[in-house]
């Protein structure tokens, strides 16, 4: 069984900065693209960056220049590091991990996610 989890949400100020980290725990499992998604108040869930597993990244416009997704391989965790923040980044945060196992074959895994809050 493989399990995400994501940690480090929490209220800023705009202007500040936040680092989540995701971690996929389990046993017998190979992780491939990795990804941070984040869903505001009565809107639908949206890419904001993603890693390949040879470090390969992608981001939407709108947070390009401000965050910044890396990896630990041996340590099977996703970094977002989000500076600049203003308030449209307010949202609930999730981390998804396509992930191989010899039980369940290639599936997505999803975090329960982790609320970001940008006020003053």
């Known amino acids: 069984q493989v399990q995400v989890v994501e940690s480090g949400g929490g209220l800023v100020q705009p202007g500040g900065s936040l680092r989540l980290s995701c971690a996929a725990s389990?046993?017998?499992?190979?992780?491939?693209?990795m990804g941070w998604h984040r869903q505001a108040p009565g809107k639908e869930r949206r890419l904001v960056a993603s890693i390949s597993s040879l470090g390969d990244t992608n981001y939407v416009p709108s947070v390009e220049g401000r965050f910044t997704i890396s990896r630990d391989n041996a340590k099977n965790t996703v970094y977002l590091q989000m500076n600049s923040l203003k308030p449209e980044d307010t949202a609930v945060y999730y981390c998804?991990?396509?992930?191989?196992?010899?039980?369940?074959?290639?599936?997505?895994?999803w975090g329960q996610g982790t609320q970001v809050t940008v006020s003053s």
């Open positions: 998804n991990a396509l992930i191989t196992t010899a039980s369940n074959g290639l599936n997505t895994y």
């Open positions: 389990g046993s017998d499992f190979k992780i491939y693209t």
